[in-house]
């Protein structure tokens, strides 16, 4: 296992695209890494709801970090070969957050699960399937 702190993860996504939308880590460990971010409008799609795609960011994005975590040593790097997702319900406010925790880890491919729900409600609104 590769050892990442929740500050790694942080550091990690300096400058990309995670940074810009506001992900934050707070817990990674190597059963699950957590990240949340703060919904903004800027986020809404026309409908007034949340955009699906913030969530499929920040749940495409822990599993990611979760895939580092247990990468071969070999391995010269990851990117996400499929992600299936299920949306459930939606907010327009508030912050969201992803769990995400490993399924299958090979030494080639990681597949992991992820969980965005509402931090306010603990409502679930979407459950992802992602392959690394």
């Known amino acids: ?7 790694d993860c942080n550091q ?3 400058g990309f695209f995670p940074e810009f939308i506001g992900i934050e880590f707070t817990k990674v460990t190597s059963e699950e890494v957590v990240g949340n971010i703060l919904v903004k409008p ?3 799609a026309p409908n007034g709801f949340l955009h699906a795609g913030l969530g499929v960011t920040l749940a495409d994005t822990v599993c990611a970090w ?6 071969n ?3 010269k790097g990851l990117t996400t070969i499929e992600l299936k997702t299920n949306f459930l319900s939606t907010i327009n406010e508030g912050i969201i957050t992803a769990t995400a ?5 090979g030494r080639k491919t990681q597949v992991w699960d992820a969980v965005v ?6 409502k679930v609104m979407a ?3 992602n392959t690394q």
């Open 117 to 122: 729900k509402s931090e306010k409600s603990g």
């Open 127 to 129: 459950h992802f399937r």
């Open 1 to 7: 296992m590769n050892p990442l702190t929740t500050e």
């Open 73 to 75: 040593p070999e391995a």
């Open 66 to 71: 979760g895939t580092r975590l247990h990468m």
């Open 101 to 105: 925790t490993p399924i299958h880890l």
């Open 12 to 14: 990690g996504i300096k």
């Open 42 to 44: 800027k986020f809404m």
